[in-house]
């Protein structure tokens, strides 16, 4: 059974930094593309960034290019994402995805709050 476990988020203060984790287990993780999405109260689930299963891809939202910053390590079966100069409008909880087929995974969500 596939499992995507978040962690890392917290409140931090405008134009501060936090890191988020996403512990895959139950899939063959290095062949998994990877997505972190978000959803802030009132709103839509959005797409933030993406990276290919290599790691050799990434993209972007464009209101987080220059700032965040997705990344892999197929050995530990985690994907991160690096969150700099944070903005209050990033307040959101925060999930990891992935999809084979028609199945569309998601982890539980971390909520991360920018706020002084």
């Known amino acids: 059974q596939v499992q995507l476990v978040e962690s890392g988020g917290g409140l931090v203060q405008p134009g501060g930094s936090v890191k988020l984790s996403c512990a895959a287990s139950?899939?063959?993780?290095?062949?998994?593309?990877m997505r972190w999405y978000r959803q802030a109260p009132g709103k839509e689930r959005e797409l933030v960034a993406f990276?290919?299963?290599?790691?050799?891809?990434?993209t972007y939202a464009d209101s987080v290019k220059g700032r965040f910053t997705i990344s892999r390590d197929n050995a530990k079966n985690t994907v991160y994402l690096q969150m700099n100069s944070l903005k209050p409008e990033d307040t959101a909880v925060y999930y990891c995805?992935?999809?084979?087929?028609?199945?569309?995974?998601w982890g539980q969500g971390t909520q991360v709050t920018v706020a002084s």
């Open positions: 995805n992935t999809n084979l087929g028609l199945n569309n995974y």
């Open positions: 139950g899939l063959r993780f290095s062949t998994y593309a």
């Open positions: 990276i290919t299963s290599p790691g050799s891809v990434t």
